[in-house]
């Protein structure tokens, strides 16, 4: 399954030091237990469409074995940290979650 991870920085985070903080954060995100691959990025200077947002600071993408992968990682103690040490510094955040079709 994927996990995407969609976060808005506050405007007073949006600067190079915590946004270097943040992406370490990230880093770390990745290394935990579950998942088959994964990256963050930013927006993409992609054609600008009506039907494309780029209004989000940060994407995180993740691939987990499984439904119960995923779940286990909600409530590592590593993620709980990640939240615990950002979530004041997010003014948004969307989750949105994919299982393989057919």
């Known amino acids: 399954m994927e996990h995407h991870v969609y976060f808005w920085l506050t405007e007073d ?31 993409a200077p992609v054609m600008q469409r009506p039907v494309v947002d780029q209004s989000w600071d940060y994407g995180l993408s993740m691939t987990f074995e ?7 990682y909600q409530v590592d103690p590593d993620h709980q940290v990640f939240i615990d040490s950002f979530k004041e510094w997010w003014a948004k955040v969307e989750v949105k979650d994919l299982k393989k079709g057919a």
């Not at 985070?13 to 237990?33: H, I, M, S, V, W």
């Open 13 to 43: 985070r949006r600067n190079e030091a915590d946004r270097k903080e943040f992406e370490q954060g990230l880093e770390k995100l990745l290394t935990l237990p579950g998942l088959t691959g994964g990256f963050w990025g930013t927006p």
């Open 66 to 72: 499984s439904i119960e992968a995923q779940d286990a």
